[in-house]
């Protein structure tokens, strides 16, 4: 299921970032919180906005 929504979220262009936070973090995880928001050069509460954003969509 997580999957699935994840797929839905990695076809659309403008949610390319949400997808990326809620790969690293629950998919293929790569620790803290910290070390997923610097992958893409982002600021924790940047990363945590998007990861919350698709968090909430795919709950929707």
């Known amino acids: 299921m997580l999957l699935e929504a994840a797929r ?14 809620l790969h690293f ?3 293929k ?4 919180q910290e070390r997923i ?10 990363y945590q906005r998007y990861l919350q954003s698709a968090l909430n969509q795919i709950t929707a």
């Open 37 to 46: 928001a610097e992958r893409p050069d982002l600021s924790l509460s940047t």
């Open 29 to 32: 995880p790569l620790g803290s």
């Open 25 to 27: 973090t629950y998919i």
């Open 8 to 21: 839905r979220l990695q076809a659309s262009p403008k949610d390319a970032h949400k997808y990326q936070a």
